[in-house]
């Protein structure tokens, strides 16, 4: 049972363009989380998804990301412009249901120039 | 809301020693608590889930207990090596009724095994 899969693992960027983080849940896990982590700061929420649904968005900014999962493939973290700030470690993690073990991913090491 | 914290930040030892990693969470009303160890450059590994219902949890050189009452969790690692080097995470979630998919990190502890 292959665990948590994120691709790229490691992706460059320039103020401006766009970032796409693909993430792959484990088998028969239907709960997706993003999560951020910033140069020297703990690991922060951004969004909570269920197939074809987002639960709980609360931590993402409020332009420019946006994130789902839809019916078939893996969920999508999109950064629109993306700034110097974005430069961070996004990680997903997953879970069969939504008060269960988490289950966390390599991480995107994403770098804006 | 949910605040999380660890202490200490650092901690450096000699191999062989037994140590104890401390969390604190301010609402005690959650389903339960994680602890995590991130490699450098790398993501998550779960060590340990305590359930609101347990008191601990074991796997291996690693125990982990959780006090609801005094908001409290320990990670207790036996006979450290130095493979054991690495930053260790506690996550609690948000407590009853929040959404329970946003788990609030503390800082970590950053571990250092001297061999």
């Known amino acids: 049972n292959a665990g948590v899969m994120q691709n790229p693992r490691h992706l460059v960027r320039r103020r401006g363009q766009e970032a796409r983080l693909r993430c792959s849940p484990m088998?028969?896990?239907?709960?997706v989380y993003w999560y951020r982590q910033l140069p020297e700061e703990g690991l922060k929420f951004m969004v909570y998804l269920q197939k074809e649904n987002i639960i709980d968005e609360s931590g993402m900014p409020k332009e420019r990301f946006s994130a789902e999962f839809p019916k078939e493939g893996p969920s999508i973290l999109r950064i629109q412009q993306v700034v110097r700030g974005d430069s961070a470690a996004y990680f997903c993690?997953?879970?069969?249901?939504?008060?269960?073990?988490?289950?966390f991913g390599p991480g995107t090491r994403l770098t804006v120039l | 809301k949910q605040e999380v914290t660890q202490i200490p930040a650092a901690l450096s030892v000699p191999e062989g020693e037994n140590l104890v990693l401390n969390c604190s969470f301010t609402?005690?009303?959650?389903?339960?608590l994680q602890w995590f160890r991130q490699d450098p450059g790398k993501g998550l590994t779960s060590l340990l889930l305590i359930q609101s219902s347990q008191r601990e949890q074991t796997s291996g050189r690693l125990n982990a207990s959780l006090d609801k009452s005094s908001g409290r969790s320990t990670l207790y690692i036996a006979a450290s090596q130095p493979g054991d080097s690495a930053t260790y995470l506690c996550?609690?979630?948000?407590?009853?009724?929040?959404?329970?998919?946003?788990?609030?990190f503390g800082k970590g502890t950053k571990l250092s095994v001297k061999p």
């Open positions: 993690a997953s879970s069969p249901t939504h008060s269960n073990e988490q289950f």
């Open positions: 088998k028969g896990h239907s709960h």
């Open positions: 609402d005690s009303a959650i389903y339960n």
């Open positions: 996550a609690a979630p948000p407590p009853y009724g929040g959404s329970q998919g946003n788990l609030i």
